[in-house]
């Protein structure tokens, strides 16, 4: 698979402590780039994601402010794993564990100049809190004995008036380097003056999309935008009315979240009602995977067929990203669809990050699905096999009686088949074959797999 012209930096505006979606800031001074991790695709850190950030760096050292403007860079991990970015600098790591069912934040060095003045605990001093009795030679890359018992996890340590990071684990520290930290202050800008000086980007990106909309939106008799409930079809109905497009629909599987179908209705939009019962079929085959999404033909691609068999041919302008998946990644402006002939799918934004969708829907005040305050990545069915541990357990406080009638299934389904309670405990049920970090995983806690990396039965 070719690899797409995904942007791989961030610049970022050092005068105004701004992200930037191009190289210039309305300031008119010179940006920095900043290298991301793969998929590259990266995103603002809403309103649960700071709280929980907060509370995390309020647990490990006190009353630390945050800045208004964060970032989340997704990197891969067996669950949620994100690289913080805050003052143009990598601030840390934000993972969840499936396990533990815990989030965490392993803060980065790059952070400190900005920590250090505010940090109320959590700094180690290496000689008055560890055995360094045999020490000699450099500090940085040693592991060092605790005199006194600390929690496991991140921690600033201090030697000889310099700092850096370390982890605790079983009784021990290890430094991953100590430098001279100059303690530093920015301003703090909130999104609004992010998106004010972004705004010649922000318009181009509208101006190429819309263009892209003109140029096929009369390929077909009909043109019509998929809307899923979700940023990016948020995004694309905004930009497809600019360019004329009225008609839109929204295939309503049966298992989604309330506050989506409550969504997409006020937006006025067309609601294809499915009519496949996905825990019948659940019943019979078993859960759908990430490398086995039946439920998707099932529930989404079926009824589609029998909508388009009812309008007849159409271009359909729709959200898809190359940063998506690697199954979008090499993603054309138009395809028609190799499932139903009918149809010519048109990508206007498929060169966009989540930031860039996020800051033309906050730009053009268009109404946006409030399940992302609230936590959710990405939006789709409650129980979709590609969302996220961390993700289902927000969904389990909104709406514990859709997770629990999914828990007793997945639970009933492993017990039957004779699998450890990790199936359904850990998500593991998301795949039929694993994944190399989810063996990694089930290899550290002691779960047996067979030869083809499936689980394997503990009785039988």
């Not at 309020?58 to 800045?67: C, E, I, K, N, T």
């Not at 934040?105 to 109320?120: G, T």
């Not at 909309?213 to 079809?233: E, L, Q, T």
């Amino acid at each position: 698979m070719r690899e797409p012209a995904v942007k791989k930096i961030l610049y970022w505006c050092d005068n105004c402590n701004v992200p930037l979606i191009g190289r210039t800031c309305e300031c008119g001074c010179e940006s920095r780039e900043i290298p991301l991790l793969q998929p590259y695709d990266l995103r603002p850190a809403l309103a649960a994601d700071m709280a929980i950030l907060r509370s995390l760096l309020a647990r490990q050292f006190g009353d630390v402010p945050l800045p208004r403007v964060v970032l989340l860079n997704k990197t891969g991990g067996t669950d949620r794993a994100d690289l913080v970015i805050a003052h143009g600098d990598r601030f840390g790591w934000f993972t969840f564990d499936p396990v533990t069912r815990e989030f965490s934040l392993d803060i980065a060095p790059e952070a400190l100049p900005y920590l250090l003045p505010h940090v109320e605990r959590g700094i180690l001093d290496l000689e008055a809190g560890t055995d360094m009795s045999t020490h000699k030679g450099r500090i940085g890359g040693k592991r060092f004995s605790l005199k006194a018992p600390m929690p496991d996890g991140t921690v600033i340590v201090s030697y000889r008036g310099r700092f850096g990071t370390g982890v605790v684990r079983d009784g021990q520290v290890r430094v991953k380097e100590v430098i001279e930290i100059d303690p530093r202050t920015c301003p703090d800008p909130d999104w609004d003056v992010v998106i004010r000086k972004n705004r010649y980007h922000l318009k181009n990106l509208e101006r190429n999309a819309v263009r892209t909309i003109k140029k096929h939106m009369k390929a077909r008799p009909r043109v019509n935008v998929s809307f899923s409930g979700g940023k990016d079809s948020t995004a694309i109905l905004h930009l497809a009315r600019k360019a004329g497009v009225e008609e839109a629909f929204f295939i309503d599987t049966g298992i989604e979240l309330p506050e989506t179908v409550e969504f997409v209705a006020s937006q006025g939009i067309e609601i294809v009602r499915g009519r496949g019962d996905f825990f019948q079929t659940a019943g019979k085959i078993g859960p759908p995977g990430k490398d086995d999404r039946w439920c998707c033909k099932f529930l989404k691609l079926d009824p589609l067929k029998d909508y388009l068999d009812g309008i007849g041919p159409c271009v359909t302008i729709q959200g898809n990203r190359w940063y998506e998946s690697w199954s979008r990644a090499d993603l054309d402006e138009t395809l028609q669809n190799p499932v139903n002939p009918l149809q010519l799918n048109v990508s206007p934004i498929r060169n966009w990050r989540a930031l860039e969708v996020f800051l033309y829907i906050w730009w053009r005040k268009a109404p946006i699905n409030p399940l992302y305050e609230r936590g959710l990545e990405r939006i789709g069915c409650y129980l979709c096999p590609a969302a996220l541990e961390s993700e289902y357990e927000v969904v389990r406080e909104m709406h514990p009686e859709l997770i629990e009638r999914w828990d007793r299934f997945l639970q009933r389904w492993a017990e039957e088949a004779g699998l450890p309670a990790a199936y359904h405990q850990w998500g593991l049920w998301r795949w039929r074959v694993l994944p190399p970090k989810m063996r990694e995983l089930c290899r550290d806690q002691g779960i047996p797999l067979n030869d083809d990396f499936t689980l394997r039965a503990i009785r039988g």
